[in-house]
């Protein structure tokens, strides 16, 4: 009997995969462990390894097909067994299912890309990063075990000149498609206001001294306690369904050299500020290294960007759907203000609530953002 390779599932949340390339073509043999194609899902990559040896039968589905989870992808030819013959059963058979097997059937009429000449061996960060960049890893050197190619040869590949007008793909496709579907699909309105943050910036200095936290870190712990009283500020929204959540997930957006991503910290209100601060370090440190799960970037409930590190002040953040609404941090700035009627020099942020004004309206916004401001304050 032939293998049949499956779209994995690899979190609770996960649906469906695209798939971003083939490393084995029609007719290849294949041992068991060896990659067979990437996918991506949730802006996360991941290697999906041929669980037995044989020959490549079918590729079922072309790059850049969106395929749910448990959809059957490819076809391994056992020892004995014809590929091409096996190939031939398998598509008549989808032909003559019914409408349960068209999808497949459609979806094989686009023959999947060819893999590169030569067998590609690379680690995923060194994957992932070409991709985003659209190198084409065939034409890379490897210098790692084996000539593997790392992150280092793929970095030094991007240095040398390259031709312009290179497609926008991978990672920085899936930011733009979203972003463009999010301020399409929603009614998104920003408010601004300036939070006092004298006392912030001094507990800061003061628990410092006992663990490593940044003002983000700080700045979720505000925003999860802030939420419990703010249900609709937590709502997430599917077209013209709206879901409520009783749990308090904040996402944290997270830049990386080749695009955004925002991993979760899961029940932010029932953690201490030591906690949080462990795992957006850990969160972080994953998201650079190319180590985060689906689960790692799934589930939130509302989201916080900060951008007060490069110098900005203020900015307009797009809410990250199907969420509601979205904190943008500015940076922390020395000034005179009015304090206890008195002038004297208070550090001041400015921090910006992006919201959908289709669920949300400006008076809970400015309200949840109010306390948030107060909580900062104090």
Request: with cysteine; proline share 6%.
């Given at each position: 009997?032939?293998?049949?390779?499956?779209?994995?599932?690899?979190?609770?949340?996960?649906?469906?995969?695209?798939i971003?390339?083939?490393?084995?073509?029609?007719?290849?043999?294949?041992?068991?462990?060896?990659?067979?194609?990437?996918?991506?899902t949730?802006?996360?990559?991941?290697?999906?390894?041929?669980?037995?040896?044989?020959?490549?039968?079918k590729?079922?589905?072309?790059?850049?097909?969106?395929?749910?989870?448990?959809?059957?992808?490819?076809?391994?030819?056992?020892?004995?067994?014809?590929?091409?013959?096996?190939?031939?059963?398998?598509?008549?058979?989808?032909?003559?299912?019914?409408?349960?097997?068209?999808?497949?059937?459609?979806?094989?009429?686009?023959?999947?890309?060819?893999?590169?000449?030569?067998?590609?061996?690379?680690?995923?960060?060194?994957?992932?990063?070409a991709?985003?960049?659209?190198?084409?890893?065939?034409?890379?050197?490897?210098?790692?075990?084996?000539?593997?190619?790392?992150?280092?040869?793929?970095?030094a590949?991007?240095?040398?000149?390259?031709a312009?007008?290179?497609?926008?793909?991978?990672?920085?496709?899936?930011?733009?498609?979203?972003?463009?579907?999010?301020?399409q699909?929603?009614?998104?309105?920003?408010?601004?206001?300036?939070?006092?943050?004298?006392?912030?910036?001094?507990?800061?200095?003061?628990?410092?001294?006992?663990?490593?936290?940044?003002?983000?870190?700080?700045?979720?712990?505000?925003?999860?306690?802030?939420?419990?009283?703010?249900?609709?500020?937590?709502?997430?929204?599917?077209?013209?369904?709206?879901?409520?959540?009783?749990?308090?997930?904040?996402?944290?957006?997270?830049?990386?050299?080749?695009?955004?991503i925002?991993?979760?910290?899961?029940?932010?209100?029932?953690?201490?500020?030591?906690?949080?601060?462990?795992?957006?370090?850990?969160?972080?440190?994953?998201?650079?290294?190319?180590?985060?799960?689906?689960?790692?970037?799934?589930?939130?409930?509302?989201?916080?960007?900060?951008l007060?590190?490069?110098?900005?002040?203020?900015?307009?953040?797009?809410?990250?759907?199907?969420?509601v609404?979205?904190l943008?941090v500015?940076?922390?700035?020395?000034?005179?203000?009015?304090?206890?009627?008195?002038?004297?020099?208070?550090?001041?942020?400015?921090?910006?609530?992006?919201?959908?004004?289709?669920?949300?309206?400006?008076?809970?916004?400015?309200?949840?953002?109010?306390?948030?401001?107060?909580?900062?304050?104090?």
């Amino acid at each position: 009997m032939p293998i049949e390779v499956l779209m994995p599932k690899f979190g609770l949340t996960m649906q469906e995969g695209t798939i971003q390339q083939w490393f084995k073509a029609e007719g290849e043999s294949i041992e068991a462990g060896q990659p067979l194609y990437e996918v991506e899902t949730e802006k996360v990559l991941y290697e999906v390894e041929a669980p037995a040896n044989g020959v490549v039968a079918k590729l079922l589905y072309p790059v850049e097909a969106t395929v749910p989870c448990g959809q059957v992808v490819a076809l391994i030819a056992s020892a004995g067994e014809d590929p091409v013959e096996i190939a031939k059963q398998y598509m008549l058979k989808a032909t003559t299912a019914g409408p349960s097997a068209a999808p497949v059937a459609k979806a094989a009429s686009a023959p999947p890309a060819a893999p590169t000449a030569r067998s590609v061996v690379a680690t995923p960060v060194a994957r992932k990063l070409a991709k985003e960049h659209g190198l084409d890893l065939a034409a890379v050197a490897g210098t790692g075990p084996g000539g593997r190619i790392t992150r280092e040869d793929v970095e030094a590949a991007l240095a040398e000149p390259r031709a312009k007008g290179q497609p926008l793909k991978g990672m920085r496709k899936t930011i733009a498609e979203r972003m463009f579907q999010s301020l399409q699909s929603t009614a998104q309105l920003t408010i601004t206001t300036e939070a006092d943050v004298t006392t912030l910036v001094q507990r800061r200095a003061q628990l410092s001294k006992q663990f490593s936290l940044t003002y983000t870190d700080l700045l979720v712990e505000a925003v999860a306690a802030t939420l419990r009283q703010h249900p609709r500020l937590r709502l997430t929204a599917d077209g013209d369904s709206i879901q409520r959540h009783e749990e308090i997930n904040v996402g944290i957006a997270v830049a990386l050299d080749e695009g955004l991503i925002v991993p979760v910290i899961r029940d932010a209100d029932g953690k201490d500020l030591r906690r949080i601060a462990e795992e957006s370090r850990a969160l972080a440190e994953k998201a650079r290294g190319g180590a985060l799960s689906v689960e790692d970037v799934s589930g939130g409930t509302f989201t916080i960007t900060n951008l007060g590190m490069y110098g900005v002040d203020a900015f307009t953040p797009i809410i990250n759907q199907p969420q509601v609404a979205i904190l943008g941090v500015g940076r922390i700035v020395e000034k005179p203000a009015v304090h206890e009627g008195q002038i004297a020099i208070r550090s001041l942020m400015t921090l910006s609530l992006t919201f959908d004004h289709r669920i949300v309206d400006g008076a809970p916004a400015a309200a949840f953002l109010q306390e948030v401001v107060a909580r900062l304050s104090r």
